[in-house]
């Protein structure tokens, strides 16, 4: 009598055990994952330049503030947008291009959270170089080689500007200059290069990217002296 109230009671108990089970679970009989749902994104905050020239490439970039304060996401696999694409641009990993003079607003998103930027662009007289170039050949004396630069220009004052690469030697005498590139009025990037013989008593050969707009002229190298100059092989 014991054993089978004994029974009885442990199958009562293994009834209840498997209702609770299924109603945790589900009708489907699924088990929870344990895992809990993301918080909530209470802000997105997006950071630009506030100023960027027609022609120039920077980087925007974006948080998602979480909820619960202290916790912020940094985010690359936002949809970017701009208010205006013929003023700015703007790619993924928030990449934005000047495009021409105005006002215009930059906007991406994280888990249905938008936030914005307000960026200017101004179109002016400007020319700046990259540290990404390259060179092609051996660099010793009388060798026939290659030099790239690239950067972006504006234009503002004039119609058309005209763009070359010069190279100079390690006292600044110049060595060569590639034929000069019209640039119309406005902005881009560009890259340019110079095909030259490196003469007699050359040590060492550097880059320097010329802008003339009417009778001004504006010149830039790259940063770094590693960018600019390249020594020559006795």
């Known amino acids: 009598m014991a054993a089978t109230a004994l029974t009885n009671a442990m199958s009562r ?6 209702v609770v089970w299924l109603s945790a679970c589900g009708a489907s009989g699924t088990a929870p994952s344990g895992t809990l749902p993301p918080p909530a994104v209470a802000s997105v905050t997006v950071t630009c330049p506030p100023q960027l ?34 003023i700015a641009t703007v790619a993924v990993l928030g990449l934005i ?27 002016q007289d400007a020319l700046q170089c990259d540290n ?14 290659t030099m790239w630069l ?3 220009y504006g234009v503002e004052s004039a119609a058309t500007g005209q763009l070359n690469l010069q190279v100079t030697d390690q006292n600044g005498g110049l060595v060569a200059a590639s034929s000069p590139l019209t640039v119309p009025r406005g902005g881009d990037s560009f890259v340019i290069s110079n095909t030259f013989t490196i003469p007699a008593g050359a040590t060492r050969v550097c880059r320097t990217a010329v802008l003339q707009i009417g009778t001004m002229t504006l010149t830039s ?12 092989t006795p």
Do not use: H
């Open 53 to 86: 020239l027609v022609g120039q490439n920077l980087f925007c970039g974006a948080i998602a503030n979480l909820q619960g304060g202290g916790s912020s996401v940094i985010f690359t696999d936002g949809l970017w947008s701009s208010s205006d694409p013929g």
């Open 97 to 123: 291009k000047g495009r021409s003079a105005g006002q215009v607003t930059i906007s991406t998103s994280y888990r249905g959270v938008q936030g914005a930027a307000s960026v200017v662009v101004t179109l």
């Open 13 to 18: 108990l293994a009834t209840i055990a498997a």
């Open 221 to 232: 190298v790259p940063a770094a002296e590693a960018f600019r100059c390249t020594s020559i």
């Open 132 to 145: 990404a170039v390259a060179d092609q050949g051996q660099f010793k004396t009388g060798m026939t080689v």
């Open 150 to 152: 690239q950067g972006f």
